[in-house]
């Protein structure tokens, strides 16, 4: 008996059917990622302390939003765009020694004694009502942030050569595709002392609800 | 006569369309690996606020959390014109908030609570008192690391 030969199935439509599937898949994607500001927030107590710590004024830069989004800066009005590089002097200034007893031997401030002492005695202090819009509340802590990120950006630079930023190094340390142990373990340290040198110091008030 | 048989000129051949089919497959798997399904739909308005110092965020990574909050969109003004949170999928109360964070990390693994991040989806125009009461209940229940998301701002 012949064989009967099996008719070849016909594969034209195919790419009909992949384009199907393609426009759907086009549709339904988001290709947008998060991205983010990120905070810390301090710990719960529930009785609070009522030892406190007693912080030199000096030390302490008073930032105050009201509720029409106007801002106080060390008491006097300011705008926005004036508040980064207000902060990286306060911040940079060392003027005096930390709780080792040395001096900032890498700061580039003004030495102003009147100003904060060391880079890790400097606290920013926030203030905000509940009044005060988001984002006017996330700009300004975008601002103090990258206050912190460009001074560690600027020692980055100068301990590790151009090119290495803060930034550049916490992206590569923070991405998931990269698997190079070794990398990721200096990346580490490197971040670690950068981190040290400037430590970031927000600290945030209740808001007061007028 | 030739067993070949002479090209008419200026005829050209036909383009062969059998790759068509790899290329679009190639294309739908890349689209394919690269789509996050929409899982939650909004029912609050979310403009995120700009800023440029901002670190990225996997959303495919389970530490995650989100918290929504603005003011409830077309259809759902029953909840009023000011920005309210939005917790899963229904429009919530900032008192339910302890309960969220309960059931978030009953969800997760034990080992990477402490890791967890509370990604904040906060519209512009919300105020900061609400805000104030979400970072509280989550400092209440030692979910210390936060994330505001933002946007670049799309000017400079």
């Known amino acids: 008996m012949g064989k009967r030969s099996t008719p070849e199935v016909d594969s034209g439509s195919m790419a009909d059917i992949a384009f199907l599937l393609l426009i759907f898949f086009l549709v339904t994607t988001t290709m947008e990622q998060d991205n983010g500001i990120m905070r810390k927030l301090p710990a719960w107590e529930e009785i609070p302390d009522t030892e406190r710590v007693v912080i030199r004024q000096k030390n302490i830069f008073t930032v105050v939003v009201n509720k029409n989004d106007q801002m106080l800066v060390e008491d006097e009005l300011m705008e926005l765009k004036d508040l980064r590089k207000a902060a990286m002097n306060f911040i940079d200034n060392g003027g005096g020694v930390n709780a080792e007893g040395k001096k900032c031997d890498y700061c580039n401030g003004s030495k102003d004694p009147a100003s904060s002492d060391h880079p890790s005695k400097a606290i920013i202090s926030l203030k905000n009502e509940r009044e005060t819009s988001y984002s006017a509340y996330v700009a300004i802590q975008n601002e103090l942030g990258a206050a912190y990120t460009e001074l560690r950006n600027r020692e980055a630079v100068r301990l590790y050569g151009a090119g290495n930023t803060y930034t550049v190094m916490n992206t590569i340390f923070k991405d998931p595709k990269v698997k190079d142990i070794s990398l990721k373990v200096k990346l580490e340290q490197r971040l670690n002392k950068l981190k040290k040198m400037y430590p970031q110091i927000i600290s945030e008030a209740e808001s007061k609800s007028n | ?156």
């Open chain 2, 1 to 156: 006569m030739g067993k070949f048989k002479k090209k008419k000129d200026g005829e050209l051949p036909q383009a062969s369309t059998a790759a068509l089919p790899d290329i679009v497959f190639m294309l739908l798997f890349f689209f394919m690996t690269v789509t996050v399904m929409k899982d939650k739909s909004l029912l609050v308005e979310n403009k995120l606020p700009a800023a440029d110092d901002i670190e990225k965020l996997n959303r495919k990574n389970d530490r995650v959390m989100y918290i929504y909050a603005g003011k409830p969109v077309k259809g759902y003004e029953k909840y009023g014109t000011e920005a309210v949170l939005q917790l899963n999928d229904k429009i919530a109360h900032p008192s339910d908030l302890k309960q969220f964070i309960h059931s978030e990390i009953a969800l997760r693994d034990q080992e990477i609570i402490p890791f967890m991040v509370t990604a904040l989806k906060v519209d512009r125009d919300a105020n900061m008192g609400l805000v104030s009461d979400i970072k509280l209940a989550l400092r209440k229940e030692n979910m210390l690391k936060i994330n505001y998301l933002s946007v670049k701002p799309s000017k400079r």
